[in-house]
Nanobody, 124 residues
Framework: QVQLVESGGGSVQAGGSLRLSCAAS????????MGWFRQAPGKERAFVGA????????DYADSVKGRFSISRDNAENTVYLQMNSLKPEDTAVYFC?????????????????WGQGTQVTVSS
């Protein structure tokens, strides 16, 4: 099992940047693929990006490609989401999630472990 805690959310103006962190408990963190999802008010949870256990394979939603970047530090049991050139439509609660799949997945149902979420608000 793994427990996840996100941090780094906040309010920023359009064009700004934020870096989200997701700290994981458990000694097996390095064996999990990690994903980031987001949920805006009144909308379904949406895939943002994911990274495999080794950190050498990533996948991103089209809406964030070229602006967001995922990385991980297995020694620190932490995964990061660097968000640049933020837009008002990026406003949402952001969740990290863990999966034991070998390759990163865009499907939320492949992630049995979730954090509580952190709010990101982008103003125009």
């Amino acid at each position: 099992q793994v427990q996840l805690v996100e941090s780094g959310g906040g309010s920023v103006q359009a064009g700004g940047s934020l870096r989200l962190s997701c700290a994981a408990s458990g000694r097996t963190f390095s064996s999990y693929a990690m994903g980031w999802f987001r949920q805006a008010p009144g909308k379904e949870r949406a895939f943002v990006g994911a990274i495999n256990w080794r950190g050498d394979m990533t996948d991103y939603a089209d809406s964030v490609k070229g602006r967001f970047s995922i990385s991980r530090d297995n020694a620190e049991n932490t995964v990061y989401l660097q968000m640049n050139s933020l837009k008002p439509e990026d406003t949402a609660v952001y969740f990290c999630a863990a999966s034991q799949r070998v390759v990163p997945s865009a499907a939320w149902y492949n992630y049995p472990y979730w954090g509580q979420g952190t709010q990101v608000t982008v103003s125009s």
